[in-house]
């Protein structure tokens, strides 16, 4: 059970770092960045790139990977948001200047989540990669909890870049022009905020965070193609829990969702070998992020720190 | 050349019947359904399971006709989609679009995990082609190539007949102005109600026709990219809320993915595990292309209602 509790921890952390570029994404830009898990998977790939041509700096202490994985994770997510940033400027930005509906551009989201999937398996191919093979004792804590080191850094660093984005967003003045123009884009053009601006540091931070999730994904599990479409589920239903717009409903929904996709699952797998049942409860993990979807939305349809607006 | 293009009108004909089906959800109610592919899979397992002969590894199967196996397709995709609208349809926009491709990806998890019913990852084999016992395969690919024109036919009278029907002017008012609609008095949600389970019926159909035409069926049939996203393609290309223009769109797009399949050939033999990757690729690059540069589709959308006042 604690064991399942902390699994769902790890997990939450990585869902939330995808669910607050698309809270953001969702509450400036105001559509559902479909291509969101590609990005991710992106990111991790570009991650694998730069390993591959770096020379070997070591590891850290206790960890499968060193210095050279944080040098190659800034790159990878500079230019996955560099990549996003194009998209941008050639598809995004065009709609929206011509007043295209919120669902056109998911739709054209849609449309980039297929053009990144078939250049990853174009390029590295549709086979499972790691980042690292050596494998790693896991530490035992009491009440049958084992945590792997890499673990401890996967929720550090997603903590840490939480923090960095909160810190941004509450004392930066580009943070401050990003919250108005949430609240009320018109309102913030016409006391002089650049809100194209404003959408360029929206993409940065939305898209470096879940290329950042996905390498962390990546040293956590493994790499394949199809990940990011198969994270986006719980990236989503994490906004819809914890309500458009917010950074904390982000934090939380990834957390509710990472924890219950491990715990239900788990317990119920530990129920029905005990009934002799055959069943594989892990596949399952999407259809729990659904019904924690729809639970929400016939209670509190707005998420739990939605405004309901 | 000739069964290369008969296997070609079929296979399209059966995307046309998709892309009706999305396009009285999307084209003419403007719900946005990511979850094709939910529907499309139950209407396929459900014909085979109810067609198949009795088999030792999944549920049945019953050995009924074709005719049998179709209409039980386009009824249990209904019965779901009637028992999923109650909370997805309480959801707007996005979230709708969200909740379909969450529960699409759902029942597929569910076709691929639960073998009794579905035998899982083998997927249902020896699907019967009607007719196909008695007058033998070379004629029965020319009578399921009639049935195939025939349904798309019907399903296009149908959804023709829907949408110019008072009916259907309330879908179009539901998708221009939701409040308006039901401030004049229209029960909002029961329209919709009726657009979502009518599509998913007609999907059923599609899937039903893909099971018996292919006659094996596994859940990689039904990736996001051949069930859902192709379809969307096809209803932008020819242009939303026109039934021709989505029928027509499902010819190219279904055109164009055959004939790439074709350039695969003269590709050097180190490319070609790759080629399928190339399409993908262009298909996402064509629906991006077509919402930035002709978002109306090829044809655009038709008046659906009288010119009264034009």
């Known amino acids: ?309 | 050349m000739l069964s290369y293009l008969i296997s070609y009108v079929i296979m399209a004909s059966t995307y046309g019947v998709a892309a009706l089906a999305l396009n009285i959800q999307w084209g003419f109610t403007g719900l946005m359904n990511f979850g094709i592919g939910a529907f499309y899979i139950i209407g396929a397992y459900t014909s085979a399971i109810l067609t198949t002969p009795q088999s030792a590894e999944y549920v049945g199967g019953f050995g009924l006709p074709f005719i049998v196996g179709l209409i039980g397709a386009a009824a249990v995709s209904a019965f779901v989609a009637y028992l999923l609208a109650f909370p997805a349809l309480r959801l707007k926009g996005g979230f709708f679009a969200i909740s379909m491709l969450v529960i699409s990806e759902t029942i597929r998890i569910i076709v691929k995990n639960e073998g009794w019913l579905t035998n899982g990852v083998w997927g249902i084999r020896g699907i019967p082609k009607p007719v196909r016992a008695i007058v033998g395969s070379d004629i029965s690919e020319y009578i399921y190539l009639a049935i195939a024109l025939v349904l798309l036919g019907g399903v296009y009278w149908l959804v023709e007949r829907g949408v110019r029907s008072p009916w259907g002017r309330v879908l179009s008012a539901i998708k221009e102005d939701s409040d308006t609609a039901a401030m004049s008095g229209k029960d909002v949600w029961h329209y919709k109600m009726q657009s979502m389970v009518f599509g998913a019926a007609v999907m059923g159909v599609a899937g039903s026709l893909y099971a018996h035409y292919t006659g094996f069926i596994s859940p990689e049939s039904f990736t996001p990219l051949m069930a859902t996203f192709i379809v969307w393609l096809m209803i932008l290309l020819g242009g939303t809320g026109n039934n021709k223009g989505v029928v027509l769109g499902a010819f190219v797009v279904w055109g164009v993915w055959i004939g790439s399949e074709f350039l695969i050939d003269f590709l050097p033999s180190a490319m070609v595990t790759k080629a399928g990757f190339v399409r993908m690729l262009l298909m996402g690059i064509l629906l991006d292309a077509i919402l930035l540069l002709r978002p109306q589709g090829l044809f655009g959308k038709e008046k659906e209602i009288s010119t009264i006042g034009d």
């Open chain 1, 1 to 309: 059970m604690a064991d399942l509790f902390v699994n769902g921890i790890i997990l939450g952390s990585i869902i939330t770092l995808g669910a607050i570029g698309v809270t953001l994404i969702a509450d400036i830009l105001n559509f559902f960045n479909f291509a969101h898990g590609d990005m991710f998977s992106f990111g991790a790939y570009m991650t694998l790139f730069f390993l591959g041509i770096f020379p070997n700096w070591g590891t850290f202490p206790g960890l499968t990977f060193g210095p050279a994985m944080i040098v190659a994770a800034l790159l990878a997510m500079g230019i996955t948001a560099a990549f996003a940033l194009f998209f941008d400027r050639i598809l995004f930005k065009p709609l929206r200047e011509r007043g295209a509906s919120s669902l056109f551009l998911a739709l054209s989201a849609l449309g980039v989540a297929f053009i990144f999937r078939s250049i990853i398996r174009l390029v590295w191919g549709p086979q499972v990669q790691y980042y690292s093979r050596a494998l790693q004792m896991a530490k035992r804590f009491p009440m049958g909890i084992t945590i792997k080191p890499d673990e401890f850094f996967i929720v550090g660093a997603a903590f840490f870049l939480v923090l960095v984005v909160y810190l941004f967003l509450k004392r930066t003045k580009m943070g401050k022009a990003m919250r108005a123009a949430s609240d009320n884009e018109t309102l913030a053009r016409v006391t002089g905020i650049d809100t194209e601006k404003v959408v360029i540091w929206t993409w940065i931070i939305a898209v470096s965070l879940t290329a950042a999730a996905g390498i962390l994904y990546g040293i956590e599990v493994q790499l394949r193609p199809i990940m990011g479409w198969n994270i986006l589920i719980p990236i989503f239903v994490a906004v819809i829990v914890g309500g458009v717009g917010n950074l904390w409903g982000a934090l939380v929904g990834g957390m509710i969702i990472g924890v219950a996709q491990e715990l239900l699952t788990g317990v119920l797998q530990n129920m029905f070998n005990a009934m002799n049942v055959d069943v594989l409860m892990s596949a399952y993990k999407p259809a729990v992020a659904f019904v924690l979807m729809i639970i929400v939305l016939l209670v509190r349809p707005e998420g739990i720190f939605g405004t309901g607006e």
